[in-house]
């Protein structure tokens, strides 16, 4: 090598490792000022047999109803009666309650852990809403709100978190790792992401036995980064499963921005190159996320395949009883958010129209937290993760397989002894 | 009675219950349309249709994502993992998802899975087609672990492992698909045909999981193996003239702890057998679980024979893969041991 070569490639020498920036951290005030936020009547709403690559529009955009206004617009408006409008709202409301009850109980030590929704309630509320009973649910950690909608026992979800003698699980996962046969809601795991190409597996199921039922799965922004996602997405698309796969993009994986696994550019946009149509959605706005899930659920009905949606929305508390935000992200920046938050969204709805009240909101809000405190008492008295009454300890060696294996009945009579 | 190798029984095995249960599929890389590298799946694709005998993407992780959701929707998939050294990029899916969701889920959903994966050394495959991974999976609770050694059984076990309700993870020593194989590489190959195992019924028929089975009766010493090996070991006992008692597993877990006490009780000594490396291979769960059921009988120490500590290397497949000698030895030094 000569010297004048060492010189030129110095000169051409100019890749740096590039490391993503959060959107705030505790010494910066919180910018979203580079969020873009079209009007309701920006998107068009395509047949839902289109091709992915002819509606990539939608990938790029956001896709809303309720305008600054509080009034719904443009082409995605759902039909909902406004009785349907109050129940999401009520749902949304419960969850929250719950939500604020667990997270104090666990701040008591009666909990050993927790995780809330805040902020993000109406996508688990309004997706679940939008689609029929029937449907596989193969939920990530955050959408405790398909339980509400389907109407899971209130006093069960928490005898779960208290891994009590009427946790239907037996006191076998942490709290909240719900599992509902009964409600169609697959049992919740904590490796990330496993339950997308689960999902697409259970809807190539269901097409191959020539049912109608649709399998929907939902990860957060973090977790696209994992193999699980690629697979999911590679086959459903191969052998189009009826499926709607799911991005919450809640803008934080605990204290990792969504930069990280968003590689500049939208999640929706990732399906495209896999024929999957990519749709963005404003997150906080009840009636678009319900209008989006239900084009995705006709189309998989119809055989179009997988569709993937991205739910853009904010995580406004931590991760979860485990994390303090304050550490990691800018002070308040929920404060910051440009979307709103859904329930505020669609309460000022439902009163521009004329079908609410400030007055009828706060007395649900009584009315809700009422009737959570009401059935905590009811799920304590089944029983404390301290002091019990849990299941009988050698129910530990249940369920490894469907029949107890000799060496297993051996080890049961062991920690009895 | 036909007469049938391995590839054939596995296949007699799938095709049965494909026809009695339309919830049965096979599905893997290159399993449909081409019946697979080894031609396991070999015309299930014309009988049963290209959505039953499925080709898939290449991605194990994938493949197992979708075989857990098709069987907590009810189908029975029977997944082929090419070689079981491509086995990695699947195990979070089967460890932490397939193997635990029963219990998990308080017994709610099951996903009744078998993954048959072609597994073992003696065919020139280097590091990347010889391994036997069966620690990895024995380790996990809740995956039912078999590996079974001649046509007859592997057509009964998989049978077995196809209505069981559980997962199972079913290995297939390669190197015998075609013939049984003692070792002895210089040899020219036998066929299955010539084997009395070899001897297939074409009818449905089971063999229980979690029994092992006493292949050669003896007093001296208790030889302790499954697949491959079991030719090795049998080989070995006949040259060497030993009176040892020849125990093939079949599978893995359950273990039939009852078989391996009943003999080494008998013989007070034990030899083990396994083609997969030495530490914390599934022969050291062996010896512990003899030591805690046969420690006032045992006359020796316990000894192993198996592959080395190291990967499976290509140039030093005869020196790597448990020999005949190696058996032989062994034994022996169990015997002179008084």
């Known amino acids: 090598m000569t010297d004048k070569q060492t010189v030129d490639t110095a000169i051409q020498y100019q890749s740096k490792l590039f490391v993503p920036q959060a959107s705030s951290r505790p010494e910066t005030t919180p910018d979203f000022s580079h969020i873009e936020i079209p009007s309701p009547i920006a998107s068009q709403r395509p047949d839902v047999l289109s091709e992915a690559v002819d509606i990539q529009d939608l990938a790029y955009g956001l896709v809303r109803v309720l305008g600054d206004d509080h009034l719904v617009a443009g082409p995605w408006a759902p039909d909902l009666s406004a009785d349907k409008l109050l129940l999401g709202l009520r749902h949304m409301m419960h969850v929250r309650a719950f939500d604020n009850r667990m997270f104090k109980m666990q701040r008591q030590g009666k909990l050993s852990f927790y995780m809330k929704c805040t902020g993000e309630e109406a996508v688990a509320v309004a997706q679940g809403m939008a689609l029929k009973s029937s449907d596989m649910l193969f939920p990530s950690y955050r959408q405790q709100g398909l339980l509400f909608v389907r109407e899971h026992s209130i006093v069960d979800m928490m005898c779960q978190c208290l891994s009590n003698a009427k946790d239907n699980i037996k006191g076998r996962q942490m709290p909240i790792f719900y599992s509902s046969k009964k409600h169609n809601f697959f049992s919740l795991s904590g490796n990330l992401a496993t339950q997308y190409s689960q999902a697409v597996g259970w809807g190539m199921a269901s097409a191959y036995k020539g049912e109608d039922q649709v399998a929907v799965s939902w990860v957060g922004d973090g977790t696209t980064a994992a193999a699980d996602v690629y697979h999911a997405l590679v086959f459903g698309s191969t052998y189009k499963a009826p499926v709607i796969l799911n991005v919450v993009n809640n803008q934080w994986a605990i204290s990792t921005p969504q930069s990280f696994a968003s590689t500049g550019s939208t999640f929706a946009a990732r399906s495209i190159g896999l024929s999957i149509p990519g749709i963005r959605v404003d997150g906080n706005d009840f009636l678009a996320i319900y209008a989006v899930t239900q084009w995705a659920a006709e189309r998989a009905r119809k055989g179009g395949g997988p569709t993937f949606i991205e739910l853009y929305t904010y995580r406004t508390e931590g991760h979860s009883t485990s994390d303090n935000p304050d550490a990691y992200r800018g002070k308040n920046e929920a404060n910051f958010w440009p979307l709103g938050d859904p329930i505020d969204r669609l309460k000022q709805h439902l009163i521009a129209i004329g079908q609410w009240s400030e007055e009828q909101h706060q007395a649900l809000q009584s009315e809700l937290t009422d009737d959570i405190t009401k059935d905590w008492k009811e799920a304590l008295a089944h029983g404390s993760l301290d002091n019990g009454p849990h299941w009988p300890v050698t129910s530990m060696f249940e369920d490894v397989f469907k029949e107890m294996p000799p060496h297993l009945v051996k080890q049961s009579k062991q920690i009895g002894a | ?338």
């Open chain 2, 1 to 338: 009675m036909a007469k049938m190798n391995m590839i054939q029984a596995l296949n007699s095995a799938m095709d049965i219950c494909m026809d009695r249960d339309p919830n049965v599929l096979v599905m893997g890389e290159d399993v449909g349309y081409f019946g697979g590298v080894f031609r396991c799946t070999d015309g299930l694709y014309k009988k049963y249709g290209p959505h039953r005998a499925l080709d898939m993407p290449i991605a194990e992780g994938g493949i197992m994502g979708v075989a857990i959701g098709m069987g907590v929707n009810g189908l029975r998939p029977i997944v082929e993992i090419q070689f079981s050294d491509y086995i990695y990029p699947a195990i979070d899916q089967i460890v932490s998802e397939l193997a635990r969701l029963r219990h998990r889920s308080g017994g709610e959903y099951f996903a009744p899975v078998v993954i048959r994966a072609p597994c073992g050394g003696g065919i020139r495959g280097g590091q990347t087609h010889s391994q036997s991974p069966e620690g990895i999976f024995t380790h996990a609770c809740g995956l039912k672990t078999v590996m079974p050694s001649n046509p007859y059984e592997a057509k009964g076990l998989l049978i077995a492992a196809i209505e069981d309700d559980d997962p199972v993870i079913f290995f297939e020593p390669k190197r015998i698909y075609n013939g049984p194989f003692d070792g002895d590489h210089d040899k020219a190959a036998s066929p299955w045909n010539t084997h009395p195992l070899g001897e297939v019924p074409e009818e449905h028929y089971k063999i229980e999981i979690g029994k092992a089975k006493v292949l050669e009766p003896g007093s001296q010493v208790t030889v302790i193996t499954y697949g491959n090996m079991v030719h090795v070991a049998q080989a070995a006992i006949k040259n060497s003239g030993i009176d040892a008692e020849l125990i093939d597993l079949r599978t893995l877990i359950p273990l039939d702890i009852d078989t391996i006490k009943a003999s080494v009780q008998k013989t007070g000594r034990c030899v083990v057998v396994h083609e997969a490396t030495l530490t914390s291979g599934f022969g050291a769960e062996i010896l512990s679980q003899v030591q805690e059921e046969c420690f006032w009988h045992l006359k020796a120490p316990i000894e192993r024979v198996t592959g080395w500590d190291t990967p499976y290397p290509h140039a030093f497949e005869w020196e790597y893969f448990p020999s005949q000698k190696r058996i032989t030895q062994a034994m022996l030094r169990t015997l002179e041991s008084n």
